[in-house]
């Protein structure tokens, strides 16, 4: 009983902690974030015109910049964004770094853009409050940087339909805050890590190489082993062959130079059983046993 007040008491404790640190970070944060939406609208190629006809830095009243296409903020009439919804926009390029300076957005949506290049591996640095991150249809390239996993306030994660490499970090795991998590449709491979979270077939569905729940078991590595005791029996096997087959001729090439000798007297025909004799005193005397024997 105390135990749960106290740890109650402790989670209280810590958000009310990261709401003064967010908080305090906000409040001067008013001209960083007009220069972030700037940063974003200059690194950007603005294929369809949207930012360029609705993203105007001329008026600079208190909140001018909540009036953005796809920008909410914490409150109307101050600069201080709280998501980025640039879905669908014809923008094209790489992930704007310049995002960095919203300190106090929650959401990022980018899905349906023409955005190519990496996630950048300092990701978790570029937005580490947000609770929802959608990149997917675009065509982003490379792995999924494990430092999403520092993203701990994530609730939904989408990066489906885009040409994402390697294997999905197993640190995200981490991620316990998770209900949405998709990658399906990207170049993915390898084992699925553990979710708190059911997740469908779907949300994995169309990569060339993954593996394990949702999807098909992942092929049993006691494979490796089987094949190796297999391997090895079969050297065992070809080696006692070659033995029994060795000790075989040994006796036939015997016979059959005793025999001649005892036939012909050849000297010159026995020079392989007469060299045997000289080197191994022990096989020599057997010889002459089953020569007497024959005889
Ligand atoms: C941007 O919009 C202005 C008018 O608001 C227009 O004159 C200009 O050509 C546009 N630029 C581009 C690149 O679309
Ligand atoms: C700036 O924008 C505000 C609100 O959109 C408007 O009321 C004001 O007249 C504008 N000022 C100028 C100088 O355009
Ligand atoms: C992230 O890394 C890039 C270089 O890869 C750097 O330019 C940028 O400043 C970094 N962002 C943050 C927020 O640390
Ligand atoms: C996506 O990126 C990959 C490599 O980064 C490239 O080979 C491919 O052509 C791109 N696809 C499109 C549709 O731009
Ligand atoms: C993620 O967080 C851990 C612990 O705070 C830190 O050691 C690590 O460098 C972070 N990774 C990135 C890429 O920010
Ligand atoms: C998994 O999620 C449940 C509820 O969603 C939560 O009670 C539990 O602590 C989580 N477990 C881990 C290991 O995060």
């Not at 009036?67 to 704007?96: Q, S, Y």
């Not at 310049?98 to 591996?121: F, M, Q």
């Not at 080696?239 to 005892?262: D, H, L, Q």
């Amino acid at each position: 009983m105390i135990m749960v007040i106290r740890s109650q008491i402790f989670a209280v404790l810590v958000s009310v902690l990261v709401w003064l640190l967010l908080g305090c970070s906000l409040s001067y944060a008013s001209q960083e974030d007009i220069d972030c939406l700037r940063s974003i609208k200059d690194s950007l190629q603005d294929t369809l015109g949207y930012l360029n006809s609705s993203w105007n830095f001329d008026n600079t009243t208190e909140g001018f910049i909540c009036r953005f296409t796809g920008i909410d903020c914490w409150h109307p009439d101050e600069n201080r964004v709280l998501n980025i919804r640039l879905a669908d926009m014809g923008l094209k390029g790489v992930f704007p770094q310049g995002i960095a300076k919203c300190k106090s957005i929650t959401g990022l949506d980018l899905s349906s853009n023409k955005l190519y290049g990496p996630i950048p591996s300092n990701i978790s640095q570029i937005i580490r409050y947000v609770t929802s991150l959608d990149l997917s249809s675009n065509n982003f390239s490379g792995e999924i940087p494990p430092a999403l996993a520092n993203c701990s306030f994530l609730n939904i994660l989408k990066l489906d339909y885009n040409s994402l490499t390697g294997s999905i970090p197993p640190v995200l795991s981490l991620l316990n805050r998770i209900k949405t998590f998709s990658v399906s449709n990207n170049l993915l491979s390898g084992p699925i890590p553990y979710f708190n979270v059911s997740l469908t077939a779907e949300d994995f569905a169309h990569n060339p190489g993954l593996c394990g729940k949702p999807l098909d078991p992942c092929q049993s590595t006691s494979k490796g082993p089987k094949t190796g005791i297999i391997a090895g029996a079969a050297v065992a096997g070809v080696t006692v062959a070659a033995i029994g087959v060795a000790i075989g001729m040994f006796f036939y090439y015997r016979r059959v130079s005793v025999m001649r000798k005892k036939k012909d007297d050849d000297p010159e025909g026995n020079k392989w059983a007469k060299s045997l004799k000289g080197d191994k005193g022990i096989k020599a005397s057997l010889s002459n046993t089953s020569m007497s024997d024959l005889s």
